[in-house]
């Protein structure tokens, strides 16, 4: 079955960067692209961006360009996301999530991780 | 980029009520649209992908409609299980969006 696994919680101060991690297993890594939702607390859905494993391709959305990184390993089917110049507006649940067989729209999703900014 | 405007933001409604919430796109698109619902703590949970199509294991009770700049996801008998926050997301242009989401409570 698929899964996607994502790293643990952060605790990060204003201006540093964070990269988390979502280990995919139950598929084959390279067909999908992986995408990145975020939750600040108490607050709605906010697409961030995604990345294909096999073409590279990326798009993330513009109030993230220029700050969002999103890389892969496929030796451990493994996405990263990195976030720089952090502040406290980053505080959210940080979620990965991959499309359903043979349609865009996201059916799997990670179990979240929870990045804290605070000085 | 295309923004999704749902509303309502919160409705109140009783077991076995009737719900709509809807959602407007500032651009016109034909079906790209999805509905999620979501509980605290939890990743979102697909309802329906396409605008009208269930998503496998959905109870029936959940249905999209829509095109264009208008969408609907309707909640024929409302159930216990139910009480949640439900999502909106246009998958139509190259950088998606969500809407704000609607809580829906118990009456």
């Known amino acids: 079955q698929v899964q996607l696994v994502q790293s643990g919680a952060e605790v990060k101060k204003p201006g540093a960067s964070v990269k988390v991690s979502c280990k995919a297993s139950g598929y084959t890594f390279t067909d999908y692209y992986i995408h990145w939702v975020r939750q600040a607390p108490g607050q709605g859905l906010e697409w961030m961006g995604r990345v294909h494993p096999n073409t590279g391709g990326t798009r993330s959305a513009q109030k993230f360009q220029g700050r969002l990184t999103m890389t892969w390993d496929t030796s451990i089917s493994t996405v990263y996301m990195e976030v720089s110049r952090l502040t406290s507006d980053d505080t959210a649940v940080y979620f990965c999530?991959?499309?359903?067989?043979?349609?865009?729209?996201?059916?799997?999703w990670g179990q979240g991780t929870l990045l804290t900014v605070s000085s | 980029d295309i923004q999704m405007t749902q509303s309502p933001s919160t409705l109140s409604a009783s077991v076995g009520g009737r719900v709509t919430i809807t959602c407007r796109a500032s651009q016109s698109f034909t079906r790209w649209l999805a509905w999620y619902q979501q509980k605290p703590g939890k990743a979102p949970k697909l309802l329906i992908y396409?605008?009208?199509e269930l998503e496998s294991g959905v109870p029936s009770r959940f249905s999209g409609s829509g095109s264009g700049t208008e969408f609907t996801l309707t909640i024929s008998s409302l159930q216990p299980d139910d009480f949640a926050t439900y999502y909106c997301?246009?998958?139509?242009?190259?950088?998606?969006?969500f809407g704000q989401g609607t809580k829906v409570e118990i009456k």
């Open positions: 396409q605008a009208s």
């Open positions: 997301l246009q998958y139509n242009s190259d950088s998606w969006t």
């Open positions: 999530a991959r499309g359903k067989w043979q349609q865009l729209v996201l059916a799997y």
